[in-house]
C-alpha cells in the first residue's frame, strides 16, 4: 500500500458534524456542530473536500467512519454513508470506535495516558472506555460500555491512576465526585473526522480493512432515536 494513501473519514456521532480527507501526505477536515442536522451537511463537506484536492469519490482508496457509540440517527449517518461509498467504488471500510478517536483526540491535546472517554447516552447513563495512547498506539484498558454513572464511579478504584478524562458524559453532575480525584477532565470534547482518519489510516497500512459485512455500527443498546 502506498504511504500516502487517499482515504475518507466520517464521524457524526455526536452534536458535530465531521469529515477529513487523507491525500498527498496531508489531512484536510472540517467540522460543524450542527444537532440532529447530519444528513443535511455531511455530503456537502466531503464534496468540499474532495473538490478542495481535486479529487473525486472514484479517487478514494478506502473509507472510515466512526462507528460508534453515540446518538443512534449520527452512528447511522456516518455509517450508511460510508457503506453507501465502499459499495458504489468498490472501496474497503475502516470502522474506528468513536470512544477511541475522542481519546486518541484527548491525548492528543494533553499527552496524558490513560484516557477514560465518557459520552453522555442520555436516559441517566454514559458510554465510555478506558484506553491508553502513546505516539504509536492505542490499546484498551477497559472495554466500550454502557452504564450509570454510579456504576462507572464505582471502578475508578480498580482502573489505572493518573488519568485524563474527555468527553461530555463529564458534564452529567453524577460524574462530578470522580474530578475530586485529582484527574483532569475535559467535557467540551467531542470525537472528530481527524482523530477518526489518524486511527484509520494505522490501520490501512497493515491492511487491516473490513469489507461491507463486518463494517457495522456500534450502539450497546437497542437503539433510540435521539
Excluded at 465531521?18 to 463537506?45: D, F, M, N, W
Excluded at 453515540?70 to 447511522?76: D, I, K, L, S
Excluded at 473490513?210 to 450502539?219: G, L
Aim: proline share 8%.
Amino acid at each position: 500500500m502506498k504511504d500516502a494513501p487517499v482515504v475518507l473519514a466520517l464521524e457524526t456521532s455526536t452534536e458535530n458534524c465531521s469529515a477529513a480527507l487523507a491525500a498527498g501526505g496531508k489531512i484536510e477536515a472540517h467540522t460543524l456542530a450542527v444537532p440532529r442536522e447530519h444528513t443535511r451537511h455531511i455530503l456537502g463537506q466531503v464534496d468540499e473536500l474532495l473538490g478542495k484536492a481535486g479529487l473525486t469519490a472514484a479517487d478514494l482508496e478506502a473509507v472510515a467512519f466512526g462507528r460508534g457509540p453515540g446518538t443512534f440517527t449520527g452512528v447511522r449517518v456516518a455509517t450508511a454513508l460510508a457503506q453507501g461509498l465502499a459499495v458504489a467504488h468498490g472501496l474497503p471500510l475502516l470502522p474506528v470506535s468513536s470512544l477511541a478517536a475522542l481519546a486518541w483526540k484527548a491525548w492528543g491535546k494533553h499527552q496524558v495516558s490513560p484516557v477514560l472517554a465518557a459520552m453522555d447516552a442520555r436516559l441517566e447513563e454514559v458510554y465510555w472506555a478506558m484506553f491508553e495512547v502513546s505516539p504509536e498506539d492505542l490499546s484498551i484498558l477497559h472495554p466500550e460500555s454502557l452504564s450509570p454513572p454510579a456504576e462507572l464511579l464505582a471502578q475508578l478504584p480498580s482502573l489505572p491512576g493518573g488519568w485524563q478524562g474527555a468527553g461530555s458524559g463529564w458534564a452529567l453532575p453524577e460524574m462530578q465526585p470522580a474530578t475530586e480525584t485529582g484527574a483532569g477532565v475535559e467535557p467540551g470534547l467531542r470525537p472528530d473526522a481527524r482523530a477518526v482518519l489518524e486511527l484509520a489510516l494505522r490501520d490501512f497500512r497493515v491492511g487491516r480493512v473490513a469489507d461491507f459485512e463486518r463494517a457495522q455500527p456500534t450502539y450497546l443498546r437497542h437503539p433510540v432515536r435521539s
